[in-house]
């Protein structure tokens, strides 16, 4: 099995440490840093064997037929991961393709 990412998402990653930084969620850049690679890390290494659901119709804007894993990194924040399963060459291959948390996306789940 493998996991991979799209640019997009790769992009908001890069951008999630300062932008966590500068609305206070944590109180230093380091701090953040850290958060978002284990976050990111997490996502690459247990994906595959995480419980996923069919996403709702509303994300469909990211892809079709997708699921969604839930990724809880705190009590209050809970990260949903976005993606789609092919299989190429007998491989799974499981493509991010969105991500957000439960205080943006909460009402579409």
């Known amino acids: 099995m493998k996991v991979l990412v799209l640019p997009e998402v790769r992009q908001y990653f890069s951008e999630l440490s300062p932008l966590l930084y500068e609305k206070g969620y944590f109180g230093f850049l380091e701090a953040a840093e850290k958060y978002v690679g284990e976050l990111f890390e997490d996502i690459k290494t247990t994906l595959p ?32 991961v976005f993606f789609s399963i092919y299989e190429n060459n007998g491989e799974l291959i499981y493509l991010v393709r969105y991500i957000s948390n439960n205080h943006i996306i909460a009402q579409f789940l």
Do not use: L
């Open 49 to 80: 064997t995480r419980q996923k659901r069919h996403a709702p119709f509303y994300f469909e804007r990211y892809g079709k037929d997708m699921y969604y894993s839930v990724f809880r990194k705190s009590r209050h924040t809970q990260w949903y």
